[in-house]
Each structure stands twice: as structure tokens, then as C-alpha cells.
């Protein structure tokens, strides 16, 4: 049978077609695969992607477009492996249950967070363990507008919001970046040397 036929009996739920049609295109898959890196994940992890693709393709067949079925499935498993590469590489998909978030006095959120995604339960229980050295800290280190300053500017606000926020000058919020900055690499290097 043909890719096309394949296509058209695996869209009216013949599941035997649609793993025939896997079976034809796991090379290809592989070897596209390969020419690319996800961060974060391996080839298999590409593979997944492709077949992922792949299945769309099925899905997404239309005979009466006159396109060959190959050709719809090569571009529908190249931008799902694409895509896949590019979504991992802007960090969209970090699961932020799997994260610990570092927050000040009044307990709101900073904006940092420590990944815990795919570790093991003590390697959670250490890292809460650090995130809580973190904490500590950068309560012993930052004043209380370094701290407000800190969480206006990971909010992504300006310098002269902030300073608006605050009632400082621009170049007070300009200065409380500069020490808090240099408080933030000695926090580091004490917590994790």
C-alpha cells in the first residue's frame, strides 16, 4: 500500500496503517534527529519529538491537496523537531512546581528560582535545605531597600519606576543594583563554595 493509502485508512482509526506508516518513517526520523541538540534532553527525546510529527502528519492529511504524503510528513517532523529544539532553548517549558522560589521577609517572591526538576528526593530536600541558606542570606546581606529594589527590578520595572516606587533618585536605585549585585556574588560564593 501506499504512504497515501496508509494515511487515509490510519485517519479512519486503523491503527495497524498508522504503525505501518511509524515503521516507514523511523529512519528518516532518526537521521533528521540528529543534525540537531536539545538542551536538556538526547536524540530519543528528538525521536519522540519526530513521531510526534509524524502523527500530526496523519492526522493532518489531505489527499485533495495533491501533495504527496511523504513530502507533508518530512515538513510536519522537521517542525516539530524544530520547534521542540527552539522551545527548549528559550526555557518556556521549565516546570515551575519543580522549582523553589527564594522570596524576602514579607515572604513575596523574588523572581529566582531554584530548578528542581528530575532529581531525586534528596537531591530536593538538599536543594531546599540551600534554598533556605539562600534565603537566610539575603536577609542578613540586603537592606530593605535593596531588597524592594531588588524585586521591583526582577519584575522587569526601570530604573526611574523603581525610583518612582521608592522615592529614591535614579542614580540611589543605579547604586542599590551595583551593591546588590556585588552582595549576590559573595552570597554565591559563600553558599555553594
Excluded: W
Aim: charged share 25%.
Amino acid at each position: 500500500m501506499t504512504d497515501e493509502e496508509l494515511a487515509g485508512l490510519a485517519q479512519k482509526g486503523d491503527t495497524n496503517a498508522e504503525i505501518e506508516l511509524f515503521n516507514r518513517y523511523r529512519n528518516t526520523i532518526t537521521k533528521y534527529s540528529r543534525g540537531f541538540y536539545l538542551i536538556g534532553g538526547d536524540v530519543e527525546d528528538l525521536i519522540q519529538e519526530g513521531m510526534i510529527g509524524l502523527y500530526k502528519a496523519i492526522k493532518g492529511y489531505n489527499h485533495k491537496k495533491e501533495a504527496a504524503f511523504s513530502t507533508f510528513a518530512h515538513i510536519c517532523i522537521k517542525r516539530q523537531i524544530q520547534s521542540a529544539v527552539r522551545n527548549a532553548s528559550t526555557q518556556k517549558n521549565l516546570v515551575l512546581s519543580s522549582a523553589l522560589p527564594i522570596t524576602d521577609e514579607d515572604n513575596d517572591e523574588l523572581g529566582i528560582f531554584l530548578i528542581s526538576d528530575g532529581l531525586s528526593p534528596e537531591q530536593v530536600l538538599a536543594n531546599k535545605q540551600l534554598y533556605f541558606e539562600l534565603k537566610q542570606e539575603f536577609a542578613k546581606e540586603l537592606s530593605l531597600l535593596e531588597n524592594k529594589v531588588l524585586k521591583l527590578y526582577l519584575q522587569g520595572l526601570s530604573y526611574q519606576q523603581i525610583a518612582d516606587k521608592t522615592g529614591q533618585t535614579k542614580k540611589s536605585i543605579d547604586n542599590a543594583l551595583s551593591r546588590i549585585k556585588k552582595k549576590i556574588s559573595q552570597i554565591r560564593k559563600k553558599v555553594f563554595d
